[in-house]
């Protein structure tokens, strides 16, 4: 209470919501006299004083609770209520500048609060104004759709219709869309692809290093694969090269659908979903991170149950991935392996692997190990990324991202071919 003369009531929401509801009922209004002591002004609507007699304006003065009895000013006997008109005019006119809280009857308040809180206090305003600070310092300040119109004309480059329809609605990022302006004049490939694949885009704005994962992840996948095939088959290798091409084929689409589904992407505006039953689950999919441990962005808060379901989530999509591809894959090695046993049988033929169980130990594989694996890698990534030294020096990011998807690469073929064993595929 020792700031009560300049702080008093701004201190705490509950001491903001009982000085309101007093000024409320009794008009009442805090300010404070030429000698800085609180003073109190209470007006009737009958124009007489609140608990007093007479009929012109009187003041309560109200002195400061950690003012010792000793300093305290003794009030005449006569008067708990002193009737100054002059000196009541005077400390009037200072209530509008004075830093009590003051009933404008208004919704919001006089210091340029948010109307939940007064503007110098409140944990609620000073975390979101925190938090707004950080993503106008990570991602830029919100350019409206004017400025977005005057950077695109300048460059000669048109936006696509959901992020033109952002611009107009609720604006843009500045970082965001110079990455897309920079990514669409990279080159004609590219610059066409951040044209005509939004889901090429938002993952390219969200993570500018996720071709550098894919390829990664697909040349690592590849080489593997083709030393794996190249010491199995021996001298056989060129010979059932088709079996090799096949399964290399649809390694390669795994590999892009592993990254790509796990990837954080931005989000321009709100999906449309359809009602009903189906159309809930498909915003609550929609509401749901990219994967467990992605980053919170702009427009992008995710609770704890959101990241759990996740996993689950994108548990089954794997799943599904390895169900479909191993379909293909292993019905086109099967098909293979047939039209050869038909021009020429051999005592060393292997068995024709079952499709069906084959492909569903490659969902299986896919939603538990691959899932649980790339989650963890993209977390890893993140951290490394987020450090000071990788922000300082960004190889040392992608020199990371090579030697963890290098290693996950090695431990997942070698728990494949023990799942494989034990359920018998191979």
């Known amino acids: 209470m020792a700031g009560f003369a300049s702080t008093f009531g701004l201190k705490s929401q509950n001491e903001v919501v009982l000085g309101r509801?007093?000024?409320?009922?009794?008009?009442?209004?805090?300010?404070?006299?030429?000698?800085?002591?609180?003073?109190?002004?209470?007006?009737?609507?009958?124009?007489?004083?609140?608990?007093?007699?007479?009929?012109g304006q009187h003041r309560l003065v109200v002195r400061s609770m950690s003012q010792s009895h000793s300093q305290a000013e003794p009030l005449p006997s006569s008067a708990?209520?002193?009737?100054?008109?002059?000196?009541?005019?005077?400390?009037?006119?200072?209530?509008?500048?004075?830093?009590?809280?003051?009933?404008?009857g208004g919704g919001s308040d006089g210091d340029g609060g948010n109307g939940k809180y007064p503007g110098g206090g409140g944990g609620g305003g000073d975390g979101e104004g925190e938090e707004q600070d950080y993503e106008e310092e990570e991602f830029g300040p919100i350019l409206k759709f004017e400025e977005v119109k005057k950077e695109t004309e300048a460059r000669g480059v048109s936006l696509p219709p959901d992020m033109l329809e952002a611009a107009k609605s609720i604006g843009i990022r500045k970082v965001l869309l110079l990455r897309y302006l920079e990514l669409q004049g990279a080159g004609w490939l590219l610059g066409f692809a951040m044209k005509s694949c939004a889901m090429l885009r938002n993952r390219m704005l969200a993570d500018p290093s996720f071709l550098f994962k894919i390829g990664t992840e697909i040349i690592i996948d590849s080489g593997c694969a083709t030393f794996?095939?190249?010491?199995?088959?021996?001298?056989?290798?060129?010979?059932?090269?088709?079996?090799?091409?096949?399964?290399?084929?649809?390694?390669?689409?795994?590999?892009?659908?592993?990254?790509?589904?796990?990837?954080?992407?931005?989000?321009?505006?709100?999906?449309?979903?359809?009602?009903?039953?189906?159309?809930?689950?498909?915003?609550?999919?929609?509401?749901?991170?990219?994967?467990?441990?992605?980053?919170?962005?702009?427009?992008?808060?995710?609770s704890i149950s959101?990241?759990?379901?996740?996993?689950?989530?994108?548990?089954?999509?794997?799943?599904?991935?390895?169900?479909?591809?191993?379909?293909?894959?292993?019905?086109?090695?099967?098909?293979?392996?047939?039209?050869?046993?038909?021009?020429?049988?051999?005592?060393?033929?292997?068995?024709?692997?079952?499709?069906?169980?084959?492909?569903?130990?490659?969902?299986?594989?896919?939603?538990?190990?691959?899932?649980?694996?790339?989650?963890?890698?993209?977390?890893?990534?993140?951290?490394?990324?987020g450090s000071p030294m990788a922000k300082q020096v960004p190889p040392v990011a992608m020199a990371f991202t090579v030697g963890v998807r290098f290693a996950n690469n090695i431990y997942g073929g070698m728990q494949f071919v023990d799942w494989a064993r034990w359920s018998g595929v191979q």
């Not at 708990?80 to 404008?104: C, F």
């Open 228 to 302: 794996a095939e190249v010491q199995k088959r021996g001298k056989d290798f060129w010979a059932e090269f088709e079996l090799y091409a096949a399964d290399l084929l649809v390694g390669i689409v795994v590999d892009v659908a592993l990254v790509g589904m796990l990837a954080p992407y931005v989000r321009f505006g709100q999906p449309s979903v359809s009602k009903g039953f189906l159309g809930r689950l498909q915003h609550a999919c929609a509401a749901l991170p990219s994967s467990v441990f992605e980053a919170e962005r702009p427009g992008c808060r995710f």
């Open 80 to 104: 708990a209520l002193v009737s100054d008109k002059a000196d009541d005019d005077a400390v009037a006119g200072k209530e509008s500048g004075s830093e009590g809280i003051t009933d404008s």
């Open 306 to 385: 959101q990241r759990i379901g996740t996993y689950f989530y994108k548990g089954v999509l794997y799943g599904s991935v390895g169900f479909a591809c191993g379909i293909i894959g292993q019905g086109i090695a099967n098909l293979i392996m047939t039209a050869k046993r038909r021009v020429k049988k051999s005592e060393e033929d292997i068995p024709v692997p079952p499709l069906f169980k084959s492909a569903a130990l490659w969902g299986v594989f896919l939603a538990v190990s691959s899932n649980t694996r790339y989650q963890i890698i993209n977390g890893l990534e993140r951290l490394v990324e």
């Open 21 to 55: 509801l007093f000024a409320i009922h009794h008009n009442a209004t805090i300010g404070f006299d030429t000698v800085k002591r609180p003073t109190l002004h209470f007006l009737s609507t009958s124009g007489g004083c609140y608990g007093g007699g007479g009929g």
